[in-house]
């Protein structure tokens, strides 16, 4: 009757009733909480790893910024150059000033003398104009680099600023990297107490299956006892099924009989002539098998009331038989239920165990790839400073020459002042010369000599500006060709150190070229493995989704493969960085030989151009 009540029970109610009932629903909860949790710490990982990518792309970004802060220094060096070719053009603008200055100190000097010949003042301040007009020219030269070389300043500027707010960002990315490493380790260590507590409740389902399972086998033993019982006692009923047909049988025989006898009685009735002694004898005899009959009969009665018994007792048999049958299929789901769930258990075990590994193999690359983000922060930040520094010179050297070029040119307008007066004065004394020349002309027209006379002083004057005029003339020549020599040899040098230069430019652009694509072939491989491993978790999912409806002979599958999460320090990377340091380097090397070549191309003009003033002089 007990039976008959679980059984009607688990009819009317459902599975988890039935569950709930043997006590197994609160650890299929556990177990389906602690793979809920297995499943968000998958998440995690995947979520740690795709921060991994973003901390590569930082690192990439980061060398980006070291690059453009390269290219920032490398346009500094060419403004300070500019700077420097415009020092010497001022230098040079300075030098032809005093020249010029002197020359018309001489010619001041020379116009005092009465008899000057008009033909060479012309010729010298023709020569003044010019050179007057060469140094505006390259005034304004001058004025345009200057302008050119701020501008160029500017945006150097505008790149390191934006080069450390870009350092800013990836300072605050990093903070966050920072904190999120650490929410993953709590989250690792969170995985490993659920790891711990998926292990005990994995030790506590075992030990219930293995009681549940031998209550079950007892239960079975005894149903299978009462079972052999009510078959022998079946048997027993059979038997006794048998030995009524046959004394059925006989009563109806016996019935025959007795109406067979009836009807003898009837016809000895009929017939006077029987003796007594007869009738008494047949008398006897139907007295006696009427109660033998009556007591068959009676037997025949009781074993129908046995029957009756038998059966109804073959009933409840039968119904127990159900019951049992019903409860050990119950049992058989049961079994079934909690070895799918120790297979989930298992899988989600596994599933932990490689977020585990994920996590830990993942902490030392995040660790570095902070070190490293700490690294060149204090180097970029180091960097901002010099280049601050630079560039607080650079606008101090800037503001030097401005005020060197202002006061150039108020010494140059005094000068053009001073000429005009020169020139208005010239123009009179011509006026003059030409006057006297043409008076005497006309005098010596009018005497009809063959020789002029000429004073002295005249003679002496015009000798002595002759051999002067051929010594400065012979000077000059001998000044410009060692110039234009220098200038030749200078070009070629420049010509050779800017081919190699060159080359070596082509050479770097072929090696970023290699490492781009490398990075390129490194890429590909990293996106098809991890499409690779995203392929292969979502056939574990559904491995996973396909084995709740795994039948008995399927308990025995194999777990599923984890996918092996690489690590993100491999050989390949640190090959890049390395190449990446190396074109740095020869970079850096490149931008230093073209900084000490212009250098010395700058002192071999600033050695060259006192020469020819001396020259000129």
């Given amino acids: 009757m007990d039976g008959s009540k679980l059984v009607n029970g688990r009819t009317t109610g459902s599975v988890k009733a039935a569950i709930n009932k043997y006590g197994g629903g609160r650890k299929i909860n556990q177990v389906t909480n602690t793979y809920k949790k297995s499943l968000n710490n998958a998440s995690n990982s995947e979520i740690s790893s795709s921060k991994a990518q973003e901390l590569h792309v930082a690192k990439n970004r980061i060398n980006q910024i070291n690059e453009n802060r390269i290219i920032a220094e490398s346009e500094i060096n060419q403004a300070e150059f500019e700077i420097l070719k415009a020092k010497k053009l001022v230098r040079e603008l300075t030098s032809q000033i005093q020249e010029s200055e002197l020359r018309a100190k001489e010619f001041q000097k020379g116009k005092r003398v009465e008899e000057l010949p008009g033909q060479e003042e012309n010729v010298q301040y023709e020569e003044v104009v010019k ?47 920072r904190i999120e490493i650490e929410e993953a380790k709590e989250e690792e260590v969170l995985v490993e107490l659920a790891q711990i507590q998926a292990q005990k409740e994995l030790a506590e389902i075992e030990a219930q299956k293995k009681e549940e399972e031998e209550r079950y086998s007892n239960l079975i033993a005894e149903t299978r006892k009462k ?21 059925v049988s006989e ?48 037997e025949g009665f ?24 019903k409860k050990e299929a119950e049992t058989k789901n049961l079994i079934k239920k909690m070895n799918s769930t120790l297979l989930r258990a298992k899988d989600k075990l596994e599933v932990a165990r490689a977020s585990e590994e994920k996590a830990k193999s993942m902490l030392p690359s995040l660790s570095l790839a902070l070190e490293s ?3 060149d922060k204090e180097a970029a930040k180091k960097e901002e400073e010099k280049l601050k520094e630079e560039t607080d010179c650079i606008r101090a050297e800037i503001q030097k020459i401005e005020s060197e070029n202002d006061t150039k040119e108020e010494k140059l307008q005094v000068v053009i002042k001073a000429l005009e007066v020169v020139k ?34 005249e003679y002496e004057y015009l000798t002595g500006c002759a051999a002067g005029a051929r010594e400065t003339a012979d000077k000059k020549v001998a000044a410009a060709q060692a110039w234009a020599e220098a200038l030749m040899a200078s070009e070629r040098e420049v010509k050779i150190e800017t081919a190699l230069v060159e080359r070596e430019i082509e050479e770097l652009k072929l090696e970023e070229e290699q490492e781009v694509k490398r990075m390129e072939e490194l890429e590909s491989v990293e996106d098809s493995e991890t499409e690779q491993q995203q392929k292969e978790i979502n056939h574990s999912r559904k491995s996973l989704q396909g084995r709740r409806s795994i039948k008995d002979h399927d308990y025995s599958s194999t777990p599923l ?48 151009v006192p020469l020819k003033a001396d020259t000129d002089n």
Wanted: cysteine-free.
């Fill in 227 to 247: 079972i052999g019982i009510l078959r022998d006692e079946i048997e027993k009923m059979k038997y006794l099924e048998d030995i009524l047909e046959l004394t």
């Fill in 251 to 298: 009563v109806d025989v016996l019935q025959n009989e007795l109406n067979l006898i009836k009807e003898m009685d009837s016809k000895y009735q009929r017939r006077v002539s029987l003796n007594d002694s007869a009738l008494k004898t047949v008398t006897k005899d139907l007295e006696a098998a009427r109660k033998e009959l009556e007591t068959i009969q009676a």
């Fill in 561 to 608: 493969r984890q996918a092996k999460l690489r690590r993100s320090g491999s050989p390949a990377t640190r090959r890049i960085s390395t190449s990446t340091s190396l074109s740095m380097k020869r970079r850096r090397k490149v931008m230093l030989k073209i900084a000490k070549y212009f250098a010395n191309e700058q002192i071999e003009d600033e050695n060259s």
């Fill in 373 to 375: 983000l700490k690294r």
């Fill in 302 to 325: 009781q074993l129908m009331g046995s029957m009756d018994i038998i059966r109804i007792e073959l009933i409840n048999m039968t119904k127990e038989k159900g019951e049992i049958e």
């Fill in 424 to 457: 208005t004065s010239e123009a009179n004394a011509l006026e003059k010369l030409q006057t006297l020349v043409e008076n005497a002309v006309k005098a010596r027209a009018s005497q009809t000599k063959s020789t002029i006379t000429i004073s002295k002083f």
């Fill in 131 to 177: 050179e007057v007009e060469a140094v505006k020219r390259d005034i304004s030269k001058i004025k345009l680099e200057i302008e050119r070389a701020v501008e160029e300043k500017f945006r150097a500027e505008k790149e390191a600023d934006a080069a450390g707010s870009r350092l800013k960002f990836y300072t605050s990315a990093a903070d966050k990297l």
